[in-house]
């Protein structure tokens, strides 16, 4: 009997890769030390960092194919279309399923689903209340609360003091009065036709 150590990976579905490159050689091929040639260590390099970057930790069944075809020839030189593919299957670790996870962890996780209610649920009653509050008093939707009785320091007199009228204003005319009785009779007004 073996126990693994490491966790059990699962399929996340195939990786491709593929790159291409045109580049000047003899008759007999590209050129050696040639530096926009793709290779086949650096097409599976990409394969592996193209994984990664969709939650893999790594590949497996890693294939590559290397592909040469001569696009135009001269007397001097030859133009060579190169292309690279890597391709295998990204492997990530395996996630517990809903039914392999002890009690605790499945009591630990409905307690904190009701937290989280109870707290949305709190502040959505916060949020209401402070709307009523809100809301201005001599509106019809909302009913006069009854007044505090008053307290015992409310007995004594109070002195009340009000407010000085406000200064009149003195850009604006002031309007005409209703009364026509004390009014003199509104001068006549002198028009010019041309």
Do not use: C, F
């Not at 390099?45 to 497996?60: I, M, T």
């Not at 001569?70 to 030859?78: N, V």
């Not at 409310?154 to 406000?166: G, K, L």
Request: no cysteine; hydrophobic share 35%; net charge negative.
């Amino acid at each position: 009997m073996s126990i693994s150590i490491r966790p059990q990976m699962t399929p996340m579905g195939p990786v491709h890769v593929r790159m291409t490159g045109v580049v000047r050689g003899d008759e007999k091929g590209p050129g050696i030390g040639i530096v926009n040639a793709p290779t086949t260590a650096e097409a599976t390099a990409e394969l592996h960092r193209v994984a990664r970057v969709s939650g893999a930790d790594r590949v497996v069944s890693v294939a590559a194919d290397y592909r040469r075809a001569a696009l135009a020839g001269g007397t001097a030189s030859t133009q060579w279309r190169i292309e690279v593919q890597a391709w295998g299957t990204a492997m990530a670790p395996a996630k517990p399923e809903a039914a392999e996870q002890t009690p605790d962890e499945a009591q630990n996780q409905e307690a904190d689903k009701t937290r989280d209610a109870e707290a949305a649920k709190k502040a959505q009653d916060a949020q209401s209340k402070a709307r009523e509050a809100a809301k201005p008093e001599d509106s019809p939707t909302n009913a006069k609360a009854p007044e505090p009785a008053p307290s015992p320091q409310a007995s004594a007199p109070a002195v009340r003091t009000e407010a000085p009228p406000p200064p009149p204003a003195t850009s604006a005319p002031s309007a005409p009065s209703l009364d026509t009785a004390s009014a003199p009779p509104p001068a006549p007004v002198a028009t010019s036709e041309r």
